[in-house]
């Protein structure tokens, strides 16, 4: 089992940065495939970003020029570089891991079976 925590967030104003880190600990980083998902109050959680085992990047339209996800193997970590934030953006963000045989879609949540607890962004206008 894989075992996810997500830091880096905090309060942020709105065209400012943030980056979100997901320590990945229990099985070997490069068995998986990483995403960010994110979760508004009264929102279904929905995706942000995913980078796979092979590196290959995947972003929502929403996100796509502003945020950039990113890995680290030699420290089990995936990043998730926020600019240009927006008050729209405020959200808890979660990390998730799905093994890298997964032929699942990397933009579905149900892709992914292990999760972070999540860390707070909120971006004030």
């Known amino acids: 089992q894989v075992q996810l925590v997500e830091s880096g967030g905090g309060l942020v104003q709105a065209g400012g940065s943030l980056r979100v880190s997901c320590a990945v600990s229990?099985?070997?980083?490069?068995?998986?495939?990483m995403g960010w998902f994110r979760q508004a109050p009264g929102k279904e959680r929905e995706f942000v970003a995913a980078i796979s085992w092979t590196g290959s990047t995947y972003y929502a339209d929403s996100v796509k020029g502003r945020f950039t996800i990113s890995s680290d193997n030699a420290k089990n970590t995936v990043y998730l570089q926020m600019n240009s934030l927006k008050p729209e953006d405020t959200a808890v963000y979660y990390c998730?891991?799905?093994?890298?045989?997964?032929?699942?879609?990397?933009?579905?949540?149900?892709?992914?079976?292990?999760w972070g607890q999540g860390t707070q962004v909120t971006v004030s206008s």
């Open positions: 998730a891991a799905k093994p890298s045989y997964s032929m699942a879609t990397m933009t579905s949540e149900i892709s992914y079976g292990n």
């Open positions: 229990g099985r070997a980083f490069s068995n998986y495939n």
